[in-house]
């Protein structure tokens, strides 16, 4: 792959436009002490006392640290218990988000996604709550998504607030170690990598040991994200409680890219030869002597030496390090403690056109191209294949057919996959598919990944700046986002996401493979990928 569809996919992947001014932040520690106010909420939890703000009806906290700052000798290692703090704490401002490549302004598509302060001692979480009190709330862990390089929990667009105020629940959202600083592998003495897995399960464990003081109940804790974050969500799955339990009770995964082949040990440890290559360093212990701004900047060489044609470029991955993850993510959903997780998933209609619909380069793609790509999925029927995408979208080009073939390589084909496995064992599953297009770009980009996010969130004033929501009808767009709103907030609050006046949303299964179309008139559909499912998988009926 040359350079410039390199630059140009990072663009779509991570949310961000490309460029070489990285700017650093403020850090994140500190025991700075909080100025007494009437009405500043005070919790006193396990962690320490703490001093938030009350915005409206709600109290939030924000840069709560969870974990010790991974700086320093705890740079590439497991995160480790935070030492707290004498006296209160103030948690009025967010934490530095996680290094990342930015440039002011953002993409085409997203926007920006994730703005300074930037800072390695990142690892800090927010709670939104309707009181600190013994209620028992349900709560929503939220795990952001970012293509494993960008995107933070401090992001107006993932603001908490709508779904403590709305739902009556405790939010919470987290900020972990991204790109070089989170998912590069160096096997050191059989230790294991993941370091960003081992983050996201200090923060939840921080979540269980202290929600309560916010008027959270631990026992019932939901986790959600999108794309990376989703992946990170079945990752999670597998981990258990002091008594055996699942870590938490359900799981929303959106637009999960259970498609990604996780590199092994040998692999992943290819990718970080390529990574020391690029800054020119030798080992971890040269390069834990890097400034962060320079590691960030590498991340633009390594899209360009590790992306392939074709697929969605990206530069770091988690490992299978037989230590903190064994198998693919989606498998810790169908045994042991994940099995018992009730689950929300569902995917965009055409996922792929976010990082390839505006993509110069790739409009030029020719069937020959495209032919070869489909040849790697579907060896000698290719061309059977190639024939049925082209005929599915009347007028089709070779990056039409390119890019549903993506989709559903990556994200639908997998996620159907899983709703059926979990239907097949008799576990909980309900699937959707979000088709509302958006008019952005002259509709290139269709209902694109990411498209979902505010209707999720009910939240649009927080993403005025997204290019890809321009066109859309206050109307069609209110309606539905309503109608999303108050479904997830009903499986966090029941396990169940139906909600008057919706239509009836069953369970996926293996007879009736219902899946809810979300779109401006929203309607449950019997086995929406029928005939896909069983083009990429003719000896599955």
Not at 13 to 41: E, K, R, V
Not at 227 to 251: D, E, I, M, Q, Y
Not at 506 to 525: E, H, I, P
Request: proline share 8%; aromatic share 10%; charged share 20%.
């Amino acid at each position: 792959m040359t350079d410039d569809p390199s630059r140009r996919k990072i663009l779509k992947n991570s949310g961000m436009l490309t460029g070489a001014a990285l700017l650093s932040g403020m850090p994140g520690g500190g025991t700075a002490q909080a100025a007494p106010h009437a009405s500043s909420p005070v919790v006193e939890a396990p962690a320490g006392r703490l001093r938030g703000s009350k915005e409206g009806d709600l109290n939030v906290f924000k840069g709560v640290p969870y974990a010790a700052p991974p700086v320093g000798a705890l740079r590439w290692r497991p995160a480790q218990p935070h030492p707290g703090w004498q006296g209160t704490r103030d948690a009025t401002a967010f934490g530095p988000s996680a290094p990342q490549p930015y440039r002011e302004g953002g993409d085409q598509v997203l926007g920006t996604h994730g703005s300074p302060p930037f800072d390695e001692d990142c690892l800090t979480l927010n709670v939104w709550t309707p009181g600190a009190s013994g209620a028992k709330r349900p709560v929503m862990v939220w795990i952001h998504g970012g293509g494993f390089i960008s995107g933070s929990g401090s992001l107006p667009n993932y603001s908490g607030e709508t779904f403590a105020r709305n739902g009556d629940l405790v939010a919470v959202t987290i900020n972990y170690r991204l790109g070089p600083l989170g998912y590069l592998y160096f096997g050191e003495d059989g230790a294991g990598g993941n370091f960003w897995l081992t983050d996201q399960l200090a923060a939840l464990n921080w979540v269980r040991d202290n929600i309560a003081a916010f008027g959270g109940d631990p026992d019932n804790i939901t986790v959600a994200g999108q794309s990376g974050g989703a992946l990170s969500v079945a990752a999670l799955a597998g981990a258990r409680t002091t008594k055996g339990r699942p870590l938490f009770r359900r799981a929303i995964l959106q637009s999960p890219p259970l498609g990604l082949k996780i590199p092994t040990r040998a692999e992943s440890l290819q990718r970080t030869a390529t990574f020391l290559d690029i800054v020119g360093a030798k080992n971890v212990a040269e390069l834990r002597a890097v400034p962060w701004p320079r590691l960030i900047a590498a991340t633009f060489e390594m899209f360009g030496r590790t992306g392939q044609w074709g697929y969605w470029s990206t530069p770091f991955l988690p490992v299978l390090d037989e230590v903190t993850l064994d198998r693919n993510p989606a498998d810790l959903l169908l045994s042991g403690a994940g099995a018992d997780i009730e689950v929300l998933i569902g995917w965009t209609r055409e996922e792929a056109n976010f990082a390839f619909a505006l993509s110069e380069p790739y409009a030029a793609a020719t069937k020959e191209q495209v032919l070869a790509r489909a040849r790697n999925t579907f060896g000698s029927r290719a061309d059977q294949a190639y024939t049925a995408y082209e005929e599915a979208r009347p007028g089709a080009r070779p990056l039409d057919v390119l890019m549903d073939l993506i989709t559903d390589d990556l994200f639908r084909m997998p996620c159907v996959a899983l709703a059926e496995r979990r239907a097949a064992r008799g576990r909980p599953v309900w699937a959707y598919q979000f088709n509302l297009p958006t008019p952005a770009h002259n509709g290139q980009l269709a209902a694109a990944h990411c498209l979902e996010l505010p209707f999720v969130f009910n939240n649009f004033d927080k993403w005025s700046q997204a290019p890809f929501l321009a066109g859309l009808g206050p109307r069609v767009r209110d309606g539905l986002a309503a109608t999303m709103h108050s479904s997830w907030i009903s499986f966090i609050r029941t396990g169940d996401p139906n909600h008057h006046p919706m239509p009836q949303w069953d369970r996926y299964g293996r007879d009736s493979r219902t899946t809810m179309t979300l779109d401006s008139v929203t309607t449950a559909t019997e086995d929406i990928a029928g005939y896909w499912r069983r083009l990429h998988h003719p000896a599955v009926p």
